[in-house]
C-alpha cells in the first residue's frame, strides 16, 4: 500500500521534478485531452509508450509502477472483453461454454481496444505527473489556476489523512489475524464487516479531532496558500513546445482518420 500512495520519488532532483507545476499540469490536461478524444487506438499507445519509457528512465521502480497500473488494466480486460462480445454484427469467432454461446465481433473488438487503450494512455500520464511532482505543490498550483479554495482545502485534507486511516486499518486488520479472523469464509466475512465499520467510526472520530486541532491552531474556515512567483522563461518555452507536439499528434491523427 505504501508502494501505491508513494510519492517519495517526487523528490528527487531531475529535469522533470525542476518544471514548474503549473507548465506540467497544463501540459498533462492537453495530454489528457488528446487522448480522451483519440479516434484510433495509435496516439493513446504513444503516450502510453512515451510515458512509461519516461518513468523508466527516471528509475521508477518496476514494483511501484506495476502496482499503479494493476487496477487500470483489469479495467482495460474487463472493458475489451465487454465491447468484443456484446457490440457490433461482423462476427470473428465463437464458442460455448457450459451451454453459453459467445461470439466476438469485429467492430466491439476496435470499440474495446479503442477505449481501453484511452483509459491506458490517460492513466500513464497522470502516473508520470505524480512522480514528479508533489501532491502539496500540484494542489499549490491548482490554487494559482483559481480552483475553489474550499475543494482544495478538501483535497488536502483527504490526502493528509488517508495515510492515517490506512495505518489504522492495517493495524485492525493485524490483530484481526492474530485472533484467526480470517480463517473460513464466514469469520472472514464478519471480521471484514467489523474492519469497515470500525473504518468508519475511526474516520469520524479522527474528523473531530483535526477540526478541533485547526481550529486550537487559529483556522478560521479558510487554510493559507504560500504564493507562486512568476512562471519562468524556461517553463513557458517548455510547456509551448509540448502543447505544439500534442496539438500536432492530435492534428495528425484526425486527418488520418479522415
Given at each position: 500500500?505504501f508502494?501505491l500512495?508513494?510519492?517519495?520519488f517526487t523528490?528527487?532532483?531531475n529535469?522533470l521534478?525542476?518544471?514548474d507545476?503549473r507548465a506540467k499540469?497544463?501540459i ?13 487506438v495509435?496516439?493513446?499507445l504513444c503516450?502510453?509508450g512515451?510515458?512509461?519509457?519516461t518513468?523508466a ?5 518496476a ?5 499503479r497500473?494493476?487496477a ?6 474487463v ?5 468484443t462480445?456484446?457490440t ?10 457450459a451451454?453459453?454461446?459467445f461470439?466476438?465481433?469485429?467492430e ?6 479503442l477505449?481501453?487503450?484511452?483509459v ?6 497522470v502516473f508520470?505527473?505524480?512522480?514528479v511532482?508533489?501532491a502539496h505543490?500540484?494542489?499549490q498550483?491548482f490554487?494559482?489556476f483559481?480552483i475553489?479554495r474550499n475543494?482544495?482545502?478538501i483535497?488536502i485534507?483527504?490526502y493528509r489523512?488517508i495515510f492515517v486511516?490506512?495505518d ?8 484481526q489475524?492474530?485472533?484467526l479472523?480470517y480463517?473460513?469464509?464466514g469469520?472472514?466475512m464478519?471480521?471484514?464487516t467489523?474492519?469497515?465499520g470500525?473504518t468508519?467510526i475511526?474516520?469520524?472520530e479522527?474528523a473531530k ?11 478560521r474556515g479558510?487554510m ?9 522563461r524556461r517553463d513557458?518555452?517548455?510547456?509551448a ?8 499528434a492530435?492534428?495528425l491523427?484526425?486527418?488520418v482518420?479522415?
Amino acid at each position: 500500500m505504501f508502494d501505491l500512495f508513494s510519492d517519495i520519488f517526487t523528490y528527487r532532483d531531475n529535469a522533470l521534478t525542476r518544471i514548474d507545476p503549473r507548465a506540467k499540469l497544463v501540459i498533462a490536461l492537453a495530454a489528457l485531452i488528446a487522448v480522451l478524444t483519440a479516434e484510433r487506438v495509435v496516439l493513446p499507445l504513444c503516450v502510453f509508450g512515451v510515458c512509461l519509457g519516461t518513468v523508466a528512465t527516471l528509475r521508477i521502480p518496476a514494483k511501484l509502477v506495476t502496482a499503479r497500473l494493476a487496477a487500470p488494466l483489469s479495467i482495460v480486460a474487463v472493458l475489451v472483453v465487454i465491447q468484443t462480445f456484446f457490440t457490433g454484427t461482423t462476427p470473428l469467432f465463437a464458442f460455448t461454454v457450459a451451454g453459453w454461446h459467445f461470439t466476438a465481433k469485429a467492430e466491439g473488438l476496435r470499440q474495446g481496444a479503442l477505449l481501453g487503450a484511452r483509459v491506458l494512455g490517460s492513466v500513464s500520464v497522470v502516473f508520470l505527473l505524480s512522480v514528479v511532482t508533489p501532491a502539496h505543490r500540484i494542489f499549490q498550483a491548482f490554487r494559482w489556476f483559481r480552483i475553489s479554495r474550499n475543494w482544495l482545502e478538501i483535497a488536502i485534507l483527504m490526502y493528509r489523512y488517508i495515510f492515517v486511516l490506512m495505518d489504522q486499518v492495517a493495524d485492525l486488520a493485524a490483530a484481526q489475524r492474530l485472533r484467526l479472523g480470517y480463517t473460513a469464509r464466514g469469520r472472514a466475512m464478519r471480521s471484514f464487516t467489523a474492519l469497515a465499520g470500525s473504518t468508519i467510526i475511526h474516520s469520524l472520530e479522527q474528523a473531530k479531532r483535526t477540526h478541533d486541532a485547526m481550529r486550537l491552531r487559529g483556522y478560521r474556515g479558510t487554510m493559507p496558500f504560500g504564493p507562486l512567483p512568476a512562471l519562468g522563461r524556461r517553463d513557458r518555452l517548455i510547456t509551448a513546445l509540448c502543447l505544439i507536439g500534442i496539438v500536432s499528434a492530435r492534428l495528425l491523427e484526425w486527418g488520418v482518420s479522415k
